[in-house]
């Protein structure tokens, strides 16, 4: 089966700029999450999405960051306006149910300058 | 509650020895144990997982041991090969409710010398 995938690989921009992300998950898989990994630490659940409905979103910093999925597959997520701090690799990761482990994609490099 | 704290943060072995990556955990509800491995640029990919109802699997060369009691578990990876050289993650979640979300580990960076 294709595995989850994201785009762009690597994004460089510079502070108080927008950008976006994009996953599409593995066929059939209902749920989809997205994590930020700082460089060093391990990843850290933004927003969990089950279908097209928001299941957890309680570490997402809603102030400049947002995610939908509108049609139940793939996912977009954005970051307006950047900070230095969100330098990071964005994780996206998909699972047939929540009880289930899930695979991820290779991330998107974020550099914030 | 929500913390797995993860140990060492780096680790030296030689081709042939044992790796052991130690994890601790507070939330007695977590009931779902997975270990990634990560390669550079890669994301983390599962490499074996555990349930608390056993204190011990193994997969080919990587094994998990689980101390309920202790809020412990631990990776072993027998005869460690230099590929074998990534970053591991231990993580733990809750597989009732709705959400399977993972809590990470800092990640243990392993090297295995030739």
């Known amino acids: 089966e294709a595995g989850v995938a994201q785009s762009p690989r690597y994004k460089i921009i510079e502070k108080r700029q927008s950008v976006a992300f994009w996953c599409n998950p593995i066929s059939g898989h209902a749920t989809l999450y997205w994590y930020q990994q700082i460089l060093g630490q391990g990843p850290k659940l933004l927003i969990q999405?089950?279908?097209?409905?928001?299941?957890?979103d309680s570490q997402l910093p809603k102030d400049r960051f947002s995610a939908e999925r509108l049609k139940g597959v793939d996912s977009t997520l954005k970051i307006q306006p950047a900070k230095l701090e969100d330098s990071a690799v964005y994780l996206c990761?998909?699972?047939?149910?929540?009880?289930?482990?899930?695979?991820f994609g290779s991330g998107t490099r974020l550099t914030v300058v | 509650q929500q913390q797995v704290k993860q140990s060492p943060q780096s680790l030296i072995v030689q081709k042939g020895g044992i790796s052991i990556i130690n994890c601790a955990y507070e939330n007695t509800a977590f009931d779902y144990f997975p270990w990634y491995q990560q390669f550079p640029g890669k994301g983390p990919a599962l490499l074996i997982a555990i349930r608390p109802d056993v204190s011990e699997k193994k997969e080919g060369r990587f094994t998990i041991s689980f101390n309920k009691s202790a809020k412990q578990f631990s990776l072993h990876i027998m005869d460690s090969q230099p590929g074998d050289s990534a970053t591991y993650f231990c993580a733990a979640s809750r597989s009732s409710g709705n959400t399977g979300k993972l809590i990470f580990g800092q990640g243990t960076t392993l090297q295995v010398k030739p």
């Open positions: 999405f089950q279908n097209n409905g928001v299941v957890d």
């Open positions: 990761a998909s699972s047939y149910s929540s009880s289930y482990g899930y695979t």
